[in-house]
């Protein structure tokens, strides 16, 4: 028996977002209003865990595959990009607490939306790959402690973080796309 569901059709790719979101760590973001200074470092994995249920919910909607607008990605998509964002953000943790001011590597989020094929992905599954990489940048954002919150790290472009400023950028992009989800 087949499955009654048929393959999504490839979606257009949007085009890339080359704005260097770091400016929300100096100013509340206008679209979300998330402010990132009022962001607790120490509890970015209580609100990371906060949000896997509104992503859940977001991915388990009727129209989790449909695009709002062709040039803005579905929820399917957005979530598949927040389980990468929690994969990404957990190795850059990591790298932070066990080396000395690590550079990043180089992620293009557009190119990987392509590459992996976001559109076409299952939501169900997505849904729970989300959740399991979401538990485990909580967990590695769980384990810092006040002294590791100056620690340096920086991306390719040359921007630099602490431990305390990643997670706080990093929270903000988990709950940005809640609001695009309108979740």
Known sequence: MTDPTPEPAAADPILPDTKDWTWVLERPCPECGFVAADADPLGVGNAVRATLPRWRAALERPDARERPRADVWSPLEYGAHVRDVFRI???????????????????DQDAAAVAEGYARQDPAVVARELELAGEQAAERFDSITAADLDRPGRRSNGSVFTVRTLGQYFLHDVVHHLHDVDA
Not at 89 to 107: G, S
């Open 89 to 107: 953000f957990d190795q850059r943790l990591e790298a932070m607490l066990t080396r000395d001011d690590p550079q990043f590597a180089n992620w």
